[in-house]
């Protein structure tokens, strides 16, 4: 069974910085999934958000947060990490972590197993 627990989240003014960390315990060794962080504003769907490959080097991100995120993986620590700079308030939103994530198209298959995701809001 999967378990994430995201954390790194809070509240900052626009133009800010966060660092957001997702450690997973995943069935199979971590490094055998595709990861990928996820994000759901308030009234709208999740949508992706970036995507990393198992090996770390193929990523990719939704066109409005290229050049601004960056995500990262430990597979040593079974540990995802976002890191967001120029942060706008349509950035605001719950982020979740999830494994299996398709790499091209920034989607998910079926997936329920969430975790409880980590609040960013991007306010002044």
């Known amino acids: 069974q999967v378990q994430l627990k995201e954390s790194g989240g809070g509240l900052v003014q626009p133009g800010g910085s966060l660092k957001l960390s997702c450690v997973a315990s995943t069935p199979y060794s971590f490094d055998y999934y595709t990861m990928g962080w996820f994000r759901q504003a308030p009234g709208k769907d999740r949508e992706g958000v970036s995507c990393?490959?198992?090996?770390?080097?193929?990523?990719n991100y939704a066109d409005s947060v290229k050049g601004r995120f960056t995500i990262s993986r430990d597979n040593a620590k079974n540990t995802v990490n976002l890191e967001m700079n120029g942060l706008k308030p349509e950035d605001t939103g719950t982020y979740y972590c999830?494994?299996?994530?398709?790499?091209?198209?920034?989607?998910?298959?079926?997936?329920?197993?969430w975790g409880q995701g980590t609040q960013v809001t991007v306010s002044s």
């Open positions: 999830a494994p299996g994530c398709y790499v091209p198209t920034l989607t998910l298959g079926s997936f329920t197993n």
């Open positions: 990393i490959s198992a090996n770390g080097q193929d990523t």
